[in-house]
């Protein structure tokens, strides 16, 4: 069962029976200063992403949009500085160019990305390489084995990808981890709070961005 309750001051309220608890991320947090260093990475990473969907000679992935970075490393920081946390191990669900991933290393992280697409993967190791950061990247399947039965639609885009189980190539479950971002297709964020409800450590932290200025904050309580 998830709960999305807030009291009058914005914290989040925790009911007994709720399993994921919505913690508010305040709005003012797009005023955090993001460093020069970190913007300039961004922005190069963003023209990067637009060259690659640009190019004429290979079909569209379409499961890659890219998200707000900016607002994803602000978001993270205030997480971090604001949130207790019970490890320090991140898993970005569907990692693409990886640029979360790189962002939770830069902040100090465990960072791991899980990928289905080996093009996407391709540009993820770019990324690392890139920005020097510490990060292991997989080609798999972030959905752990079996979770695919929790969807109600057997079409949702997450679903069906013809890879191997992520987990077992990094030896660790979902509940090794003590944060997860991903950045789901229309439709999918219901589904993807579920499967981390049902296989996340109790106390773990969700993140999503959900499209513009809606970044979404879980934890399992329960
Ligand atoms: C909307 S993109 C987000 C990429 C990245 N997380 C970001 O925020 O820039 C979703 C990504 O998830 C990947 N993906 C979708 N379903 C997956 C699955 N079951 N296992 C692994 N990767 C998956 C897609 O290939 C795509 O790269």
Known sequence: MIKNLFDKSGQSTPRTDAVLTQIHVPSSVDATPVPAKMAGRIATAEREIEAFQDRWDRPQIEQFVAADYQLVYQSLLWTLESQPTIGQRFLEWGSGFSIVSAIAAEIGLNAIGI????????????????????VELVQGNFLPPGADLLSEDPMLPSLGHDVADGYQQLGLDLDDFAM???????????????????????????????????????????
């Open 115 to 134: 990928e289905a697409e080996s093009d996407l993967l391709a540009m993820g190791r770019k990324t690392i390489q890139s920005w020097n950061v510490s």
């Open 180 to 222: 997860v971002y991903a950045y789901p297709w229309p439709g999918e964020d219901d589904f993807l709070e579920v499967v981390f409800d049902r296989y996340a450590a109790r106390g773990a932290l969700l993140m999503m961005f959900c499209g513009p200025n809606d970044i979404r904050l879980w934890r399992k309580t329960s």
